[in-house]
């Protein structure tokens, strides 16, 4: 039982991992917000384990993945939306171009 | 009618003249300035029946029972405390207050934004009332930024000028310095004293039992200092005062000479005990008036604006007021205040006076000038009655407040009545110097008219009777003894050896410093700009073959062997202010800017950089707290 | 096994909620059917606030203090009374909003998206459940991205997405940490978590899960080194959003890092968390003061001072160590209500002066008084109140916070929380003297006059902000005395 728990929390944290990796190095935007999912999938796996082999008697877990699930649906909804706003009106296709934002006149 | 306890008007009345100048904005410029000081002279009026009565019945007078809010289980309570010293103080800075605002009537008569002038010295004349009748620290303190911020408005009046933005950026960043210094010793004090105290009756009773701490005693001392050395110029927080006379030479004369400046020997002397609780801080504050006094002499020796001669004379004489606090009896204590009042007086009247030249002649650098003596008659008198009082001249005021001082200084030890004899001397040199080139010799621009000036001339006149009156011994005597006990006396061989160097000094100077009589044939050589000291001249071809002989060899003993290396010395000290001095202050601003850059130009706006800079953060923190674990 | 319903009284608990909710449907399907203009939605959303503000305020003076929904949701007078601020600050955004002109895609959703984002923020301060605070915190921070995306230049979209990459990673991070205290307790409920916990057996595991809830918070809040992120997406906002972000998004976070260490973190290891909120705090008031030097573009610069007293605003809490008392609570609200005042005001003074379609920069004050003098003294007001000065709100929110620090705190962390205030309080006159500056020493800038249009609604609220920073200025025992008699009873049981 605990076993199984390590491995499914060991497989969690490798999953997290990855996708902070790929938040960090990947440069299109689409793969970046996968990358951010994954790290959120991961913690539901993680909560899920807890769950189901973690010897509680309810279902707040698993309530929780479903809040999860909902929220970052919601999340990468509104990432694509922009996204696709981004590439219309800039054809930006790499996070890398993103940084007008310093470029403008800050200092005196 | 009971003048003490409604000394509130005061500050009141010109708070009501602030408030209805700024309302009323440039629609009345015709007249909200005579009506604001009408007000101000009612308030002087006011300030004098109020000094007159605690004179008369030597009592003291506190209300305190609008309670603000309460910090700890101290609720602080404001209200005014009226007793000698804050009587004497009400009196100087309203009188000075009006003078000044009758002067700059005319001074100010063709300025664009003459209305908002008037309006700002009403506030400034408001916060300084409020700051002298305080009854506690944070009420002081509040009026003390008060002051702080119309001094940087103030100083920045004519912000077209880029000198004059500097400076007033300089003196705000200045003073702010020294005022987070005296924030600080505040939070101490308030978390030493037994009961969250900050008023001024309670600090006076912990002091004196012995309640707080010889370490605590000590670091409060050392950081109430701090502000007062922000704000009264004293090395090396002084750098802002010279600047600041890019202001109205009025405000020079309210603000940077007679009153904002002297509220720090004013804080000094309001928490006296705190200090005299710590010899320590005592002898710090000694030292430090002791080698501002002369650095500020010197200095003063080798400028050439006329302006900036003066404001390095007031920082020089709050060195010595300083100094003389830093021995720490009763005595010093009335001495420096007594100089404190004086000084107020004789330095307003300089700087009018001073005002009056620029005005009419359009020029402040007294090796352009020359000869004001014909156009200016009554200004010249009142000018020299200044000089005279502040180099220490019987029976001036200035002599008798400077008698007092040395002999509390002799008291102190001889080191100290030496330096102080030095700065006499030194003061006699600048003044005469300053005198000599101003009003004597021959007047080099053309054209020069002056008008009769009564707005500017009855200021003149009341301060230049001032500075006499003060000083007549029956009139000093009764300041000294309002002011508390122990007035301090003069040994006679002192007496002596202090005017004997002040007419030493008077004596050289005006030996070194001719004046600059400019005869038809030799206008053609206009003098040199680089040399501080002018080569002498004579006129008349009898006198230049008689002085054949002088010129040769006792001119040259004398310049080599005297003026020279006395020069070096004092253009030495001077580039070691400017230097040294500003760089250790400016410095660490210029610092500040500098790693802001850095800061900025780090980020990149990139959102890669910025996660893995908070990955680093996150990696930090466990690490820290894992070392913590262990 | 219990049925789980929801009642009419439990609704009544929620009013403030409720009526944004209702209000923002309504206000939705208005937009969609009627033609209706701009400034009208404008008008509902402020209607729909203020009916939200009358039924906090309500509230608070019922003394309401109940529970619903298991107690994931808690009503007290402390949540009533930051409700209420939030309410207030959003009521100065949403006039912010209404004053500036159009500069985004949308027209209703503009004011309407503020509703949501505003629901998220007072969700936030109730929520003693891990799962709602999740889904509040997402409800601001998604209802906020779309603010801030709908702008019609590309910085705008760009500044979205920079939101919600980090955003999103925070979140992750997040609920990381949440997982593991729920894999080590079996349950989501602040209370119950707290006493089930159990340093002994897994104390490593707990840190680190610790570690990572404080660190994803205070990327919320913007606390150095997880800072970078305010700076861009400030400036890539339009101004009312950015006024959003840095007091409503700002000041929502700050209470939900309280409230979690309060109820959580401090009962176990009040220690480490107090030593990692004490780095926090330390670099970020170091640094966003520096960093502030240097900013220009306005909205920059109030996202990096906005830095700075987010800082100030956690000194309280770290200076009452283990359990904040009355005072810390009463002196954390009266900063609370200063920063959303002088902010408030600031960015109404920006919006007042700004030109559209530039960045909004320093120089748009430039001789200020001669175009609009009383807009100039109302700002001069605010500035004075930013920069801690007295008499405003600001200096004695400062001085109040030092005082703590230095009363509460024994030894060095006291005092060198006290020092850098004090030390950064004076470097910040330097760059918010800038403004001040720049309206009175400065002839008439590249603005044009007639710019400084009357707006009503900016205007009102930029007075508002500068009377009432001036206001608590001169009376701030009035408002600690009777923030300390509200929520006494809240703290004490």
Not at chain 1, 68 to 94: H, K, M, P, T
Not at chain 2, 39 to 54: L, M, N, P, R, T
Not at chain 2, 196 to 211: E, F, K, M, R, Y
Not at chain 3, 28 to 39: E, G, N
Request: hydrophobic fraction near 55%.
């Amino acid at each position: 039982m605990t076993q199984t728990m390590t491995a499914y929390v060991l497989l969690a944290a490798l999953l997290f991992v990855l996708g902070l990796y790929g938040v960090l190095t990947r440069r299109e935007p689409i793969v970046v917000l996968l990358c951010v999912e994954v790290m959120l999938q991961a913690v539901a796996l993680n909560v899920l384990a807890f769950a189901k082999y973690g010897g509680f008697e309810d279902v707040t877990g698993h309530v929780f993945v479903l809040f999860i699930l909902a929220v970052s649906a919601a999340e990468v909804a509104v990432g694509v939306a922009v996204f696709l706003a981004l590439v219309r009106q800039r054809g930006v296709d790499d996070v890398v171009k993103l940084d007008t934002l310093h470029a403008e006149r800050q200092e005196e | 009618m009971d003048f003490v306890a409604s000394a509130w008007m005061v500050p009141m009345l010109s708070l009501l003249a602030f408030g209805v100048v700024i309302m009323i904005g440039e629609r009345g410029k015709a007249w909200t300035p005579i009506g604001s000081t009408i007000v101000s002279g009612v308030a002087a009026i006011f300030a004098c029946c109020v000094w007159v009565q605690q004179w008369q019945e030597r009592s003291s007078y506190t209300w305190a029972e609008w309670r603000w809010l309460t910090m700890g289980d101290w609720p602080v309570q404001f209200g005014y405390e009226v007793q000698s010293l804050t009587a004497c103080m009400l009196v100087i800075v309203t009188m000075i207050g009006a003078l000044v605002q009758l002067y700059a009537l005319s001074y100010m008569r063709d300025d664009g934004r003459k209305t908002t002038f008037f309006a700002y010295i009403s506030l400034f004349t408001c916060s300084m009332c409020g700051l002298v009748l305080s009854p506690n620290l944070l009420q002081l303190f509040i009026f003390w930024e008060l002051v702080g911020l119309c001094s940087f408005l103030l100083i920045g009046f004519w912000f077209t000028k880029p000198a004059a933005r500097e400076a007033a950026r300089k003196a705000f960043l200045l003073t702010r310095i020294g005022d987070v210094g005296l924030l600080i010793g505040l939070f101490v004090l308030y978390h030493a004293m037994p009961n969250n105290s900050l008023a001024l009756i309670d600090v006076h009773n912990a002091v004196q039992n012995g309640v707080i701490p010889e370490h605590t005693v000590t670091l409060v001392a050392l950081l109430l200092f701090f502000g007062a050395m922000g704000k009264s110029g004293q090395v090396p927080l002084h750098t802002w005062l010279p600047d600041a006379m890019e202001g109205p030479t009025p405000i020079s004369a309210l603000i940077h000479a007679a009153t904002m400046v002297a509220a720090g020997v004013f804080l000094v002397s309001r928490t006296y005990d705190v200090f005299l609780a710590s010899s320590t801080a005592l002898l710090i504050v000694a030292i430090i008036g002791a080698v501002t006094a002369v650095l500020g002499a010197v200095a003063a020796l080798v400028q050439r604006d006329l302006k900036r001669i003066l404001a390095y004379s007031t920082v020089s004489q709050l060195g010595l007021m300083m100094c003389t606090l830093g021995m720490g009896t009763q005595a010093a204590l009335i001495a420096a205040l007594l100089h404190l009042l004086t000084h107020a007086c004789f330095k307003a009247l300089l700087f009018l006076a001073a005002g009056r030249v620029i005005h009419t002649v359009h020029q402040q650098d007294i090796e352009e000038l020359g000869g004001v003596r014909n156009v200016l008659p009554w200004t010249t008198g009142a000018f020299a009655i200044g000089a005279l009082a502040l180099a220490g001249m019987v029976p001036l005021s200035g002599f008798w407040s400077k008698e007092a001082l040395f002999a509390v200084l002799l008291q102190g030890g001889a080191v100290w009545v030496t330096t102080a004899l030095c700065v006499s001397a030194l003061t006699a040199m600048y003044m005469t110097r300053a005198f000599v080139r101003v009003f004597l010799g021959t007047l080099r621009q053309k054209n020069v008219r002056a008008s009769r000036d009564i707005p500017m001339g009855v200021p003149l006149g009341a301060l230049a009777v001032g500075a006499i009156a003060i000083g007549w011994p029956p009139m000093f005597a009764r300041l000294g003894a309002q002011l508390g006990e122990g007035y301090p006396h003069t040994p006679a061989w002192l007496v002596a050896t202090s005017l004997g160097v002040v007419v030493m000094g008077i004596a050289v100077a005006a030996y070194v410093v001719r004046p600059r009589v400019i005869v038809a044939s030799t206008r053609a050589r206009q003098p040199s700009r680089k040399k501080v000291v002018p080569q002498r001249r004579f006129s008349g071809t009898g006198a230049r073959v008689a002085s054949i002989l002088r010129v040769a060899v006792w001119d040259w003993v004398y310049r080599n062997g005297v003026v020279r290396p006395f020069q070096a010395f004092s253009r030495g000290m001077a580039q070691l202010d400017q230097t040294l001095v500003r760089a250790c202050t400016e410095g660490i601003g210029t610092c500040t800017v500098l790693i802001g850059k850095l800061a900025s130009r780090a980020h990149v706006g990139q959102l890669h950089v910025y996660g893995i800079w908070s990955l680093w953060g996150i990696v930090a923190l466990l690490c820290f707290v894992l070392w913590k674990k262990v | 096994m219990t049925t789980i319903t929801l009642r009419l009284s439990d609704l009544v608990i929620m009013a403030p909620e409720c009526i944004l909710l209702l209000g923002v449907v309504v206000l939705t399907l208005a937009d969609l059917w009627m033609k209706s203009s701009r400034t009208s939605i404008g008008i509902g959303a402020l209607v729909v606030l203020c009916g939200a503000l009358a039924a906090a305020v309500v509230q608070l003076v019922q003394e309401t203090d109940a529970t619903v929904l298991f107690g994931a949701y808690e009503a007290d007078a402390f949540s009533s009374l930051c409700k209420i601020v939030l309410l207030l600050a959003a009521c100065g955004v949403l006039g912010i909003a209404i004053g500036t002109p159009n500069e985004t895609h949308a027209v209703g959703e503009m004011y309407t998206l503020y509703i949501p984002a505003l629901m998220g923020a007072m969700l936030l301060v109730s929520s003693r459940e891990w799962m709602t605070t999740y889904v509040a915190l997402e409800l601001l921070t998604i209802s906020t991205i779309v603010l801030i995306g709908m702008r019609r230049a590309a910085i705008g979209k760009e500044a979205a997405m920079k939101l919600i990459v980090l955003g999103g990673v925070s979140s992750a991070f997040l609920l990381y940490g949440i997982s593991f205290l729920y894999g080590c307790t079996g349950t989501t409920y602040y209370e119950v978590m707290a006493s089930r916990l159990d340093m002994g057996q897994d104390a490593s595991l707990i840190t680190i899960a610790f570690v990572m809830i404080v660190a994803s918070i205070a990327v919320k809040i913007a606390l150095v080194p997880f800072h970078a992120w305010a700076l861009d997406v400030g400036a890539g906002a339009v101004v009312p959003v950015a006024a959003f972000l840095s007091v409503v998004s700002k000041l929502a976070a700050i209470i939900l890092l309280w409230r979690v260490c309060v109820d959580v973190l401090f009962p176990h290891a009040a220690d480490v968390v107090v030593d990692v909120l004490f780095v926090l705090v330390c670099v970020s008031l170091v640094v966003a003061h520096v960093l502030a030097l240097r900013q220009v573009t306005l909205l920059r610069l109030f996202a990096v001072s906005g830095i700075a007293h987010a800082a100030l605003l956690l000194v309280p809490l770290i200076a009452s160590g283990t359990r904040p008392d009355v005072d810390a609570w009463t002196i954390w609200l009266y900063y609370a209500v200063a920063y959303v005042l002088m902010n408030v005001g600031a960015f109404a003074a920006i919006s007042l002066t700004h030109t559209t379609g530039t960045q909004p920069h320093v120089h748009q004050f430039a001789g200020l008084v001669y175009r609009a003098p009383w807009t100039a003294v109302a700002i001069v007001c605010i500035v004075l109140s930013l920069a801690g000065l007295p008499v405003s709100a600001g200096f004695f929110g400062k001085l109040f916070i030092l005082l703590d620090a230095l009363s509460q705190r024994e030894g060095t962390a006291g005092i060198v929380l006290a020092a850098l205030i004090v030390v950064g309080t004076v470097i910040s006159f330097a760059y918010y003297f800038r403004i001040v500056r720049q309206m009175f020493w400065r002839p008439e800038g590249p603005v044009p006059p007639s710019s400084v249009r009357t707006r009503w609604f900016a205007q009102t609220v930029l007075w508002g902000s500068a009377l009432g920073s001036v206001a608590l200025g001169c009376a701030p025992g009035w408002l600690m005395e009777l923030l300390a008699q509200l929520i006494a009873h809240t703290v004490v049981s």
